[in-house]
């Protein structure tokens, strides 16, 4: 069993950055490959980026691929999703998500079936 708490969401300009952090409890941290969700209203929650427990591989939505970075410090048991040049249309509702296993054996990291545990969510805004 692992709980989920995500931070650091909130209103920037477009263009600007932002670093989400997802607190894990728990001491295995390192067993489980984690991942990031958004949700804007009246959509379906879908893929951002996701991370093996080790941290060595790493997975990425082309929507964000070369603007997000996801990384993973096992010792503080937190993920961290690290978001520059920032568009209108990254506004949504942002979940961590986590599965107890080290990787993707399936490479099915999108899915959001594959993952056991979410947090509540942090809400990122982003102004034209």
């Known amino acids: 069993q692992v709980q989920l708490v995500e931070s650091g969401g909130g209103l920037v300009q477009a263009g600007g950055s932002l670093r989400l952090s997802c607190a894990a409890s728990?001491?295995?941290?390192?067993?489980?490959?984690m991942g990031w969700f958004r949700q804007a209203p009246g959509k379906e929650r879908e893929f951002v980026a996701a991370i093996s427990g080790d941290g060595g591989s790493l997975y990425y939505a082309d929507s964000v691929k070369g603007r997000f970075t996801v990384s993973r410090d096992n010792a503080k048991n937190t993920e961290f999703l690290q978001m520059n040049s920032l568009k209108p249309e990254d506004t949504a509702v942002y979940y961590c998500a986590a599965t107890p296993t080290r990787t993707f054996y399936y490479g099915r990291y999108y899915a959001t079936r594959e993952y056991d545990y979410w947090g509540q969510g942090t809400q990122v805004t982003v102004s034209p």
């Open positions: 728990g001491r295995t941290f390192s067993l489980y490959a």
